[in-house]
Each structure stands twice: as structure tokens, then as C-alpha cells.
């Protein structure tokens, strides 16, 4: 049996970025041999990806590329398991590599971008590695890429909530304030006439129950739900919103102040829409002693 080294491990590590302890135990697997070891942590990796791509991603980050004209940008959503992974180095770079990546390629989809050379494989073989290295699942769920009528500006807001704002003022800061109005505000659609139908129907169907609550007459009930949906639809769409920085003003109006206008906007929240799963630390001690006694 070959002597594992510390040397003989670093060499492993700096080759495949691999924990420590997984390099050690490679090395003793492969009696010393750095490439059979190099072989044998890339199929454990495999396997740690394998085994983590059941597991729900509901955690991540908002990244965000724009070019150096503020023509052309990207946001994208990348999620893994737990905010302390958000928070890791080669995380942080994985994101904004992609996100550039998807300004530079324009790719039609995630499977796209997926196969889209990056470093010394692909975006996928990437995230495959990371999830091996940290021992998380990842994924990227979604991105867009703008070509802006004006200017593009953006705000995130701790890595969580995205807004990318495509604009037209002489006024730069009129897409920084739009930007940070969206990411407080969570706007649905830029006009009333653009939010969507399944939305306005759901809000219809909670305004007709409270209505019939209410034991008004038929007429005062239909009434009480149209006025409803039209409240409803001047605070989620944008240009009808009071402005957070002067809520005596609308959106609509401090951009006509301003002489500006705003084009189009995306907003990303992480996780927006994924059920995230509660952890029930007691029985997930129990199953562990269970299964533990099973096997005895």
C-alpha cells in the first residue's frame, strides 16, 4: 500500500477541486495513483450529483449582466438547496459566468444554455462538478435576455429579488428609482391591460365571494366586484402604482415629470412559485433510527 502524502492529496485537490477528505480516500482507493484517483473522484461526483438532483432547489440567487452600453442584458435565477450555498464563492461565479454567457450566446432555452462552453466543458458539466464539490443540488430555472428600446438599469436586492429595466430618459437615475420601485412593489404587468388573465380571475373569484357575503343585492354585489378588480388592477400594474419615493405621485406621472418613459421591465424572485420542503427535524431523527434498527 503506497504512502498518501499531504502533498499527493493537494496535487488531487488543485486538479479536481475536490474536498480534502474525498481526495485522501481516492488516493487510498487507487494505492497512490494521482490519475486513477482523478477517475475515481469524478464518477463519486457523478454520483453525488445523481443522487442530489431529487432534492428541491427553492434557495439561490438573481444574477444579473449588462454590457458596457447598457443595450443589452440578462438576468437569470439560479437556485440550490440552502441560502449558506447562495452565499459560496464558486456559487457566485457560476451565476454571473451565466449570466454573461446568456447575453453573448442568446440560447433559446435552459437545455440551450446548458450546452454552451464554459471554462474547460459546458455549463452543465459545471453545475455538475459544483454540486459534487458542495454536495447540493443546483439549477438554473430561468433567464432573460433584453435588448433595451433605451437603457438598461437594474437592482438586486439581496441576491434574492432581480429587476432588470429597460428605460428612456436623459435621466439615469429614473431607471435606478424604477427599478428599486419594482423590486419594493412586485409589480405583475408595466400596464393594467397586461396583467395576467388567470390573475384577474382569481381576484375575481375572492371579490364575488365577498360579495355574496356581504348579502347585497345582486346589482350592489356585481358593482362591489368590479370595483374590486379595478383596485385590484391599478396596484399590481406598474405605471398605476404610487411611487415609493412620493407616493403623491404614480409611476405614470413622476415619469412624465421626468419626461421619461419605461419600455419594459423583468422581475425575478427566487424560489417565486416552488414548494419548499419543512424539514421536521424529530422525525427525520426517528426514520434514522428506524432505518438504523432495520438493518441490524
Known amino acids: 500500500m503506497a504512502e498518501i502524502t499531504a502533498a499527493m492529496v493537494k496535487v488531487l485537490r488543485e486538479k479536481t477541486d475536490a474536498p480534502m477528505m474525498e481526495c485522501k480516500k481516492a488516493l487510498t482507493e487507487a494505492d497512490g495513483d494521482i490519475d486513477k484517483a482523478e477517475e475515481i473522484l469524478r464518477v463519486k461526483l457523478g454520483s453525488k450529483a445523481s443522487k442530489a438532483a431529487a432534492r428541491v432547489t427553492a434557495e439561490g440567487l438573481v444574477g444579473i449582466y449588462i454590457n458596457d452600453n447598457s ?76 435588448e433595451a428600446v433605451g437603457n438598461l438599469s437594474s437592482y438586486i436586492h439581496g441576491g434574492k429579488i432581480g429587476v432588470l429595466v429597460d428605460y428612456t430618459s436623459a435621466d439615469e437615475n429614473v431607471g435606478k428609482d424604477v427599478a428599486l420601485h419594482i423590486a419594493a412593489t412586485k409589480p405583475k404587468a408595466l400596464h393594467e391591460s397586461g396583467v395576467p388573465q388567470d390573475e384577474i380571475e382569481r381576484e375575481r373569484s375572492v371579490a364575488k365571494a365577498k360579495a355574496i357575503e356581504s348579502g347585497k343585492p345582486a346589482d350592489i354585489a356585481e358593482k362591489m366586484v368590479d370595483g374590486s378588480i379595478k383596485k385590484f388592477l391599478k396596484e399590481v400594474a406598474l405605471l398605476s402604482q404610487p411611487f415609493v419615493k412620493d407616493d403623491k405621485l404614480t409611476v405614470e406621472g413622476m415619469l412624465k415629470a421626468k419626461n421619461s418613459t419605461v419600455n419594459s421591465f423583468e422581475l425575478f424572485i427566487v424560489g417565486e412559485g416552488i414548494e419548499k420542503k419543512v424539514n421536521d427535524f424529530a422525525a427525520e431523527v426517528a426514520a434514522q433510527a428506524a432505518a438504523a434498527a432495520a438493518g441490524r
Open 71 to 146: 443595450k443589452l442584458g440578462t438576468i437569470v435565477e439560479v437556485n440550490c438547496e440552502t441560502d449558506f450555498v447562495a452565499k459560496n464563492d464558486d456559487f457566485l461565479a457560476f451565476v454571473a459566468n451565466v449570466a454573461k454567457l446568456i447575453a453573448d450566446n442568446n440560447p433559446s432555452s435552459v437545455e440551450a444554455l446548458s450546452a454552451l462552453p464554459l471554462g474547460e466543458g459546458t455549463v452543465e458539466t459545471v453545475r455538475a462538478a459544483l454540486i459534487g464539490k458542495i454536495g447540493e443540488n443546483m439549477s438554473v430555472r430561468r433567464f432573460k435576455r433584453v
